[in-house]
């Protein structure tokens, strides 16, 4: 830790785009990158941990590789999101942001990803698939899985 007349602003955003870096390097915000990063910007290392803290995107455990997302905005949570999110959770033996010990996947809620006339909806990586049954997220693990 540096003493405090050390530190000093870095310029704006910079704080912001080093843990972006360090969240694509490792997928997720490991201490001691943190604590390097903290030491190279000239800030303390609260200031990255409470940006960090802020922003859903930030991880600071090890995630899964595939991040599973299971829309439970309303149009989804009638359609039955909260069913599909329970065979998920049961299927992957992990609750919801949480990731399997595998760390092949991550099992995320979200609000709405805008295709609710597709609703139930899930998101694998970047894929969206609409009307989705328990059957199809069977068939999604097992591909991914290969
Ligand atoms: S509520 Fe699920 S996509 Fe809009």
Request: with cysteine; charged share 15%.
């Amino acid at each position: 830790m540096l003493p405090a007349q050390h530190y000093h602003q870095p310029p704006a955003g910079a704080v912001l785009a080093a843990l972006h870096e360090i969240s694509a390097r490792y997928g997720y915000l490991p201490q001691d990158e943190l604590r390097q990063t903290a030491l190279s910007l000239g800030v303390p290392l609260s200031q990255m941990v409470s940006a960090a803290s802020f922003y859903a995107a930030f991880s600071f455990r090890p995630c899964g590789r595939h991040k599973l997302q299971v829309c439970e905005g309303t149009a989804c949570y009638v359609k039955g999101a909260a069913a599909l999110m329970q065979h998920l959770s049961a299927a992957l033996g992990i609750a919801p942001e949480q990731s399997t010990q595998d760390l092949l996947f991550m099992l995320k809620r979200v609000r709405c990803v805008g295709s609710c006339g597709l609703a139930p909806v899930v998101r694998l990586g970047d894929e969206t698939f609409g009307r989705v049954t328990t059957a199809d997220l069977d068939a999604l693990l097992a591909r991914y899985r290969e």
